[in-house]
């Protein structure tokens, strides 16, 4: 159908030029033959539609679709030059003839000769024909520009859609990382916690591999998430109870993209001190999401800067998911470290 829609719509343009010009004709000279009528309009139309489509399939795609600009004048002016010349004895011929078929007609060529001579046919049909030209090379480049528009867009989106997903595909191995790092420490101090580790392990493990291979998750979802990665965090502190996480509003309305919170927690276990507070914060208000973190980072210096990849990509899915809908702030006073990251427009 949509193939078939630019052919549809040519059609009615000629279609509707076509019943115009008949009225017009049958208006004006009402007693010549009406073969004589419809040979007068076909030849017409001929003239018209080929120079609507020369402009449209020559002059435009391969001159002024270039940036030729001036050179696309030149070729409009001898286009229309040659349409007149061709034109003008044709139309000077077809009334003549067409007076000697109607006496009104005859008597208005006595009366206003200069109407048709050659230069009173001439000028009107060349104004016709920058008329044709203009309206050929409008509904060309308007056409081209939505049809361009609309494949960047298409491309944008599934530009975006790829890169999002890479992005997201990042976060596993990222977080997969992470997490084993904490189970290698509770192995190699031979705690008696590290089966229980490995178990909470395989409930993050499922929900990323079963349950995130979508656009959006429940709200909900996600901090059932965060608490069963909090649980696992716990396991390696000396003091279980530094680490908290607040939670306020009504979380059942909304959704999320999967493992979008979970880089601002991975950065809080992987730079904060454990033996100070860590402190999680989400706040629900409205359409607004609040996320705050809050954390002692360690007094050594780590290979990687604050924040490393995984901010890196949640900004970054931050700008395709919520563009100008978002906020990701963080602040450093000495030791202390928080992370906000707001979320407006929820769904």
């Known amino acids: 159908m949509k193939k078939r829609l630019p052919?549809?719509?040519?059609?009615?343009?000629?279609?509707?030029?076509?019943?115009?010009n008949s009225f017009y004709s049958n208006a004006r000279v009402s007693t010549i033959p009406l073969t004589w009528k419809v040979a007068d309009l076909a030849q017409t139309?001929?003239?018209?539609?080929?120079?609507?489509y020369f402009n449209w399939l020559v002059l435009v795609p391969k001159i002024l679709a270039k940036n030729k600009v001036l050179l696309y004048a030149v070729a409009v002016i001898l286009t229309l030059a040659l349409f007149a010349v061709i034109r003008t004895p044709i139309e000077i011929f077809e009334m003549k003839k067409s007076?000697?078929?109607?006496?009104?007609?005859?008597?208005?060529?006595?009366?206003?000769p200069s109407i048709y001579s050659l230069k009173g046919v001439m000028v009107p049909i060349a104004i016709m024909g920058v008329l044709n030209i203009f309206l050929s090379s409008s509904l060309k480049v308007t056409g081209d520009y939505l049809r361009n528009e609309r494949r960047r867009r298409e491309l944008e989106l599934r530009q975006a859609t790829t890169e999002l997903e890479l992005l997201k595909a990042q976060v596993n191995p990222h977080f997969l990382f992470n997490t084993l790092n904490n189970i290698y420490s509770l192995a190699y101090q031979n705690s008696p916690s590290t089966p229980d580790a490995i178990l909470k392990l395989s409930l993050l493990l499922r929900y990323q591999?079963?349950?995130?291979?979508?656009?959006?998750?429940?709200?909900?979802?996600?901090?059932?998430?965060l608490q069963h990665l909090l649980d696992l965090h716990r396991l390696r502190l000396p003091n279980p109870g530094l680490l908290t996480l607040q939670i306020d509003g009504d979380t059942s309305r909304f959704q999320l993209p999967p493992m979008l919170l979970m880089p601002l927690v991975e950065n809080l276990f992987k730079h904060g001190l454990t033996t100070a507070p860590m402190q999680l914060h989400l706040r629900v208000e409205d359409d607004h999401l609040t996320?705050?973190?809050?954390?002692?980072?360690?007094p050594t210096p780590?290979?990687?800067?604050?924040?490393?990849?995984?901010l890196q990509n949640l900004r970054r899915r931050l700008e395709l998911l919520f563009p100008n809908a978002y906020t990701l702030e963080t602040l450093s006073q000495g030791p202390e470290f928080d992370a906000r990251l707001e979320l407006r427009k929820l769904t």
């Open 302 to 310: 780590t290979q990687e800067a604050y924040g490393g990849i995984g």
């Open 45 to 52: 139309f001929l003239f018209h539609i080929a120079l609507f």
């Open 99 to 112: 007076a000697q078929l109607d006496p009104a007609m005859a008597e208005q060529i006595r009366k206003y």
């Open 291 to 298: 996320f705050i973190t809050h954390n002692t980072m360690k």
């Open 209 to 225: 591999l079963y349950e995130t291979d979508v656009p959006l998750v429940p709200l909900e979802k996600e901090i059932e998430h």
């Open 7 to 20: 052919l549809l719509l040519h059609l009615l343009l000629w279609i509707v030029l076509l019943v115009f």
